[in-house]
């Protein structure tokens, strides 16, 4: 995500100026996570940072480049949320935890939100192609821990040589995402138990 | 979805008035699923439609009442694109056939617009109950077919006894939706197939 953050803060900043800049993506990926991207407007993210509209214009010249850096903070944040499991997803003890606790995270949510990523890219993918690749971009940064460490219990002979990293891990993460979905829906995490349990069940299939 | 048009359509109207109700919801449908709910303003429906201010509110007193009517008109445009097949998924030819048709459908889509009614969810799930109420209930209308025919196939001894067809029906519902947003957000219709064929190899696991 390094260009991505580049292109909304192309200048040196303070360190007065960098807290500045982080409170104001995190009061704003606060509200889109809430509210969702259109229905949060710049002025809510000023009040809501305690900035002044100069101040904010200063750090990110309109609201597009600001929703970048709030996609850049929400995939970070959803890759940390996930760790230590998700760079070490290498064996069924730690897919176990890794599921567990992606549960207990939406449990804690009351179940709302669903994906803080996969909410804008339901919202805007289709119309603003910049914000698109961010989000291409940021699955792409979730997927590739799944992909590595399947491909690690493949080659340390724990699966077998025909199960395919690349195509059970993008499998992994769809279920992931419908799951989270329908658990954001139907308010309880039974969705993405179930989802995560059957890809988990398919990975099993394919155990020595 | 008896209750749900009924709550947005209490009157009996003549044959003009349901065409011009029927006319006012497709517009808004196709404007919801092109820009989203938020940005799709009452007046953009009345353009779209070629209706005036106090007909749309004739039929639909407010922008949530409207809004409920796309809700069951997108989950009955999303259940009728999935036949014949959805009615009778009970063989694994038929579920081959079913994910077919639905990566063909998001090809001639190129990709854009993801689920009609999981979009929505996402959007606004978490802040209007009763669409939400909606949702669930669209859902399950999409659930209970891919439940029933896996069920058929493990009553005629296709499948294992120990397949659970609840479990496995929303573990396929899952990897759908997360297949459809992945799709829209990569522009490729490769998690989509990749999610299906995953789940569907999952319950050929079941197969006797």
Known sequence: MTTTT??????????????????????????????????TGVEDVQREAGVSASQLYHYFGDKQTLMRAVIAHQTEAVLAAQQPELDALDTFEALGRWRDRLVTLQRSRHCAGGCPIGSIAAEIADDDPEARADLVAGFEQWEAPL??????????????????????????????????????????????????????????????
Not at 9 to 28: Q, S, W, Y
Not at 173 to 184: D, R, S, Y
């Open 6 to 39: 580049r292109t909304s803060a192309p200048r040196r900043l303070t360190a007065k100026g960098e807290a500045t800049r982080a409170r104001i993506v995190e009061a704003a990926s606060g509200l889109v996570f809430a509210h969702g991207v259109t229905r």
């Open 147 to 208: 992909r590595s460490g399947l491909a690690t219990m493949r080659d340390r002979g724990v699966l077998r040589d025909d199960a395919d990293p690349d195509r059970l891990a993008l499998a992994l993460l769809a279920a992931l995402q419908g799951g989270l979905l329908l658990t954001q829906t139907r308010r309880t995490t039974l969705p993405l138990e179930t989802a995560l349990d059957a890809m988990i069940e398919l990975i099993g299939s394919y155990a020595v």
